[in-house]
């Protein structure tokens, strides 16, 4: 037999190439059932405080909304796409945490630029709205 296609009587199989043994990279059942327990509180939270009212205050309630959902993405992003410091050598977790900045810096932008141009749009009296302008 060649080099290139080995000999498969003489190898040692190691344990995570078939997927035997080593777990790295994959969840156990219970690392899945805590973060499906996480994603049910973190859904349900939201909706009783918006169903209910319990902070009696809008932006409040949406700040709390916003927050939990971050949380839940958190927990998403740990507990089922297992991004951690460990698979393949953090650069995972960089490539995640460089995607996140983008995202906010697009969003801050995007608020930043319809705020300004809210505050510099000229505003229209009757007159000139029937006029057609």
């Known amino acids: 037999m060649s080099a290139l296609h080995g000999n498969h009587h ?3 199989h190691s344990p995570d190439l078939h997927g035997h043994g080593d777990t790295h990279g ?3 059942r219970k690392g899945y059932l805590i973060g499906f327990a996480l994603s049910v ?3 349900a939270i939201p909706f009783w405080l918006v169903m209910t009212g319990a902070l009696h205050n809008t932006q409040a309630t949406a700040l709390a909304v916003i927050a939990l959902a971050m949380v839940q993405i958190l927990v998403h992003t740990v507990s089922f796409l297992h ?3 460990r698979g393949e050598g953090g650069w995972t977790l960089l490539a995640y945490m460089f995607t996140a900045v983008l995202v906010l810096i697009v969003i801050a932008g995007s608020l930043w630029i319809m705020y300004h141009l809210n505050n510099n ?3 229209m009296t009757a007159g000139e709205m029937s006029n057609g302008m």
Do not use: D, Q, W
Request: aromatic share 0%; net charge negative; glycine share 14%.
């Open 26 to 28: 994959h969840g156990s």
């Open 41 to 43: 509180v973190l859904t």
């Open 121 to 123: 749009m000229m505003a």
């Open 10 to 12: 003489g190898e040692a």
């Open 83 to 85: 991004v951690n410091t």
